[in-house]
């Protein structure tokens, strides 16, 4: 069942014009979508109800030391109706209601009548097997519940268009791999590591062996300098050799 099915059946219960009938079910879908877009929790009497859940932007260290950056996700959650959302229900019907006496019919009562009759369509659509798709907000379906396959629940699938229009602040952000820089202590201890670990290894006489192993020494000379001299600096409130 889609939109153009409801719009039929809605006529034929309400005896309102199809082209209000029409209005009205844009109307509700879009009030729908309005609200979850702006965080206001959406309860459809005995169907169920909505709430715009967003998940933070989450680090995952990998095995090889890397970092997994997953950006932040906004999602419609749908729990399936329970008799504590009949508050929630009737303030979502309230809201819809009086969108549609304002923009589609003439009447409160009229506006009252055509939204329960939608929610109704739906509920009994699902109680016969079928699926209920909603234009650019997603599917509704009867589901079983675990290995009961007695005992079902409804449930609902977003639409890719809702689920961009959710996420369009993030669409330009991607899960990302990084290796973070390792600290300059971490980098200094792993130079002297090497540098004696080839000058160990390093066992011929020739000259450019003999640079390498003079410019090893300079260098581990340098860093010793660097660590006294940042190290006197800090006690004098100084920047040290390299800021």
Avoid at 4 to 9: A, G, L, P, S
Avoid at 61 to 69: A, I, K, L, M
Avoid at 119 to 145: D, E, N, P
Avoid at 219 to 224: K, M, P
Wanted: hydrophobic residues 35%; glycine residues 4%.
């Amino acid at each position: 069942m889609n939109n153009d099915d409801i719009v039929e059946r809605l006529c034929e219960k309400t005896g309102i014009r199809r082209k209000t009938c029409g209005k009205v079910v844009s109307i509700i879908t879009d009030s729908i979508e309005a609200d979850i877009l702006q965080g206001v929790q959406v309860t459809l009497s005995e169907i169920g109800k909505f709430k715009r859940v967003r998940i933070r932007t989450t680090v995952q260290e990998n095995p090889d030391g890397s970092y997994r950056v997953v950006p932040p996700l906004v999602y419609a959650e749908f729990i399936a109706y329970k008799e504590a959302y009949q508050l929630t229900a009737l303030h979502t019907a309230q809201r819809i209601i009086s969108r549609i006496a304002s923009e589609a019919v003439d009447a409160y009562k009229d506006a009252e009548v055509a939204y329960k009759q939608f929610c109704k369509i739906i509920r009994k659509s699902l109680s016969k097997g079928r699926k209920v798709k909603l234009s650019g907000l997603g599917t509704f379906s009867m589901q079983a519940q675990g290995e009961n396959q007695n005992a079902l629940s409804i449930e609902f699938d977003i639409s890719q268009k809702f689920h961009n229009k959710l996420n369009e602040n993030f669409e330009n952000l991607k899960e990302k791999v990084i290796f973070p820089i390792p600290p300059l202590s971490m980098m200094e201890r792993n130079v002297r590591k090497d540098m004696k670990e080839q000058l160990s290894n390093d066992t011929t006489s020739d000259d450019n062996n003999f640079m390498k192993r003079r410019l090893a020494m300079i260098s581990e000379d340098l860093i010793r300098l660097n660590e006294e001299i940042n190290s006197k600096s800090k006690k004098k409130a100084g920047s040290g050799l390299w800021g």
